[in-house]
């Protein structure tokens, strides 16, 4: 009889630790957990939806820290949340990666290819960091079943280039200080220390949007 008190004494201590995991959204402070986009806009239009962005590298190694905790998070994402990731086009080695990203992308295997691009890069070192060639990508991709010389003409494309451009216009516009960066709506970009805290800064950005406070 005396384990079941002490049980819930156990499950009564546990308790703020659990709710200080994900602060609400009344307790967020600009400066701390997020800036607020001097020009504000999101990436897509809303069409009622709240739109998550992440700005992110291949080359990037904290991206790809963040990548397998991210997956996690967006798989919970209410119905009413957009995600979309959109590649870092800083110049040099991000443009080239961007373009390999929006490639795969008109071909629709980006999703499916996403997470073996970081890891081919990162641990298996089997894709350079710079100077990747079109012949290297299409190699890569063709294990998705990719024509070689349908993805070489993809990378060339006027539609690639011009999704490389808005990516880039996006994160000027936006001021990204760096990779991997989350905004919210096109309005606010969120801030912290790890990836865990970015996530639930996140989270109650996006509860904001949903409640109507986020202005």
């Known amino acids: 009889m005396r384990l079941i008190p002490r049980l819930l004494l ?26 607020r986009i001097a020009q504000p806009g999101p990436f897509q239009p809303l069409d009622g939806k709240i739109e998550v962005v992440e700005v992110f590298g291949y080359t990037c190694s904290h991206c790809a820290h963040f990548e397998p905790q991210l997956v996690a998070w ?9 995600f979309t990731p959109v590649p870092a086009a800083f110049g040099g080695p991000w443009d080239a990666w961007a373009t ?39 190699t890569f991709y063709k294990q998705y079943g990719v024509n070689e010389a349908a993805y070489v003409a993809a990378l060339k494309s006027e539609a690639v280039q011009a999704k490389v451009s808005a990516a880039r216009d996006f994160a000027r516009r936006t001021r990204i200080p760096g990779t991997p960066s989350l905004v919210i709506n096109g309005q606010f970009l969120v801030k912290g220390n790890s990836a865990e805290e970015q996530l639930r800064i996140a989270s109650a950005l996006i509860a904001q949007a949903r409640s109507g406070k986020a202005r």
């Open 10 to 35: 156990s499950l009564l201590a546990l308790l703020p630790l659990a709710l200080s995991a994900a602060p609400a959204a009344t307790d967020l402070q600009e400066g701390r957990d997020y800036e």
């Open 74 to 82: 967006v798989a919970k994402l209410p119905k009413d949340v957009r």
């Open 100 to 138: 390999a990203y929006y490639a795969a992308d008109q071909l629709g295997v980006a999703k499916r290819s996403h997470g073996a691009v970081f890891k081919a890069l990162h641990e298996d070192r089997s894709l350079p960091m710079q100077n990747v060639s079109a012949d290297e990508l299409a």
